[in-house]
């Protein structure tokens, strides 16, 4: 993703949100307990993206960081490459007991914490400092939502910037109404925003968007960058968005039964770990984001400019009002969108001043 379709072959799992945020906690550590701890404890955590050696490696700096804070104490069972099961089925399967431990986009996000579906909503965020400081600001009490409803949320991240790709440019909401765009079936704000504009998606899984693409059962979807040649979604994609219209997010998140029974010692060192490894890895995902960008114009896929950008604006601002008392209260979206325009861009600060 950096430079070459060979370190792209071979990285661009590594280069997910989800394996950098997985990295302060997904470590495969020896047998040693400390000596606070009865025995070891084994966490068992499933992740979508296959093993490799580069990512053995990467793991096993975090690997040996682990086990001077906790004496390892903690041993983490990976299941990789979707053994467990696709997302929906390794939440379901934690809150069994089954598995310990995962990393989850924003939709399943919601089903433990609703209202942090206000952080997927289109036209918000234009930069990443709106990101950080309405994230900063909310999620104590997302954390705080999740842990009651039986989840310990290690941190949340973003996995770049929200772009429409596609076989045939689109420059309006007019143009992607006449397409075929693909609807992630756990997206309840996608379903809204397309039932507003009066858009007909195709729904399908996160595994079934590549064959429909090649297939031509859909000719549009949105990702990120990094996303989408991570997944190998851009093969055959030939449109991307110059600007992004938003922001991918998520969180990775413990059962809450599994995170209590941690000696305090362990879940002190464990969230050192995160603390420290968070801003470094988030500052990675956004510039491997921006490359990947760069990398897709060089192999052709070319920038689409949007006819009229507040259109855009327009409808994620009336989406958002149209969500509220149904995923979350009017207070949360005017405090998120009032430290938003603290950060905002000068062209989308003048287009709200406007509204």
């Not at 495969?28 to 084994?42: C, G, I, M, N, Y």
């Not at 299941?79 to 809150?95: I, N, P």
């Not at 990393?103 to 952080?119: D, I, N, Q, Y």
């Not at 879940?267 to 760069?294: C, F, H």
Request: with cysteine; aromatic share 10%; charged share 25%.
């Amino acid at each position: 993703m950096l430079h070459t379709v060979r370190w792209l072959s071979r990285g661009s799992i590594r280069t997910t949100f989800w394996l950098t945020a997985l990295c302060a906690w997904s470590l495969a550590v020896p047998p040693r307990a400390h000596p606070e701890v009865a025995a070891q404890t084994l966490l068992k955590v499933a992740v979508l993206y296959p093993r490799s050696q580069e990512i053995t490696l990467e793991v096993a700096k975090y690997n040996q960081r682990l086990c001077e804070l906790t004496q390892c104490a903690v041993q983490i069972r990976m299941y990789y490459g979707g053994v467990a099961g696709d997302d929906k089925s390794v939440l379901r399967k934690m809150r069994t007991g089954q598995i310990d431990g995962a990393p989850l986009g924003l939709e399943l996000m919601s089903r433990m914490v609703r209202e942090a579906l206000v952080l997927a909503s289109p036209g918000l965020f234009q930069n990443y400092k709106q990101v950080d400081a309405v994230r900063r600001e909310l999620t104590p009490r997302f954390n705080d939502e999740a842990y009651k409803n039986g989840f310990k949320v290690m941190g949340w991240g973003d996995a770049g910037r929200l772009r429409l790709f596609g076989k045939t440019p689109v420059q309006s909401i007019s143009d992607f109404k006449r397409m075929r765009p693909w609807l992630y079936t756990e997206s309840e704000m996608g379903k809204e925003f397309y039932k507003q504009i009066g858009a007909t998606g195709v729904p399908l899984e996160l595994s079934e968007v590549y064959g429909a693409m090649q297939t031509g059962m859909i000719d549009t979807y949105w990702s990120s960058a990094v996303l989408a040649v991570a997944l190998q979604w851009h093969r055959g994609t030939k449109y991307m968005s110059e600007r992004g219209l938003g922001f991918i997010s998520g969180a990775f998140v413990f059962r809450r039964e599994a995170w209590e029974a941690l000696p305090p010692i362990v879940q002190e060192s464990m969230l050192t770990l995160s603390e420290e490894r968070r801003i470094d890895a988030q500052r990675r995902m956004r510039k491997y984001d921006e490359r990947s960008y760069t990398f897709l114009a060089k192999r052709g896929v070319a920038a689409v400019t949007a006819k009229d950008p507040g259109e855009w604006w327009d409808a994620g601002h009336q989406l958002r009002k149209r969500m509220i008392g149904r995923v979350y209260t009017r207070e949360l979206v005017d405090q998120a969108e009032v430290i938003a325009m603290k950060y905002a861009d000068p062209d989308q600060l003048a287009h709200w001043k406007h509204e």
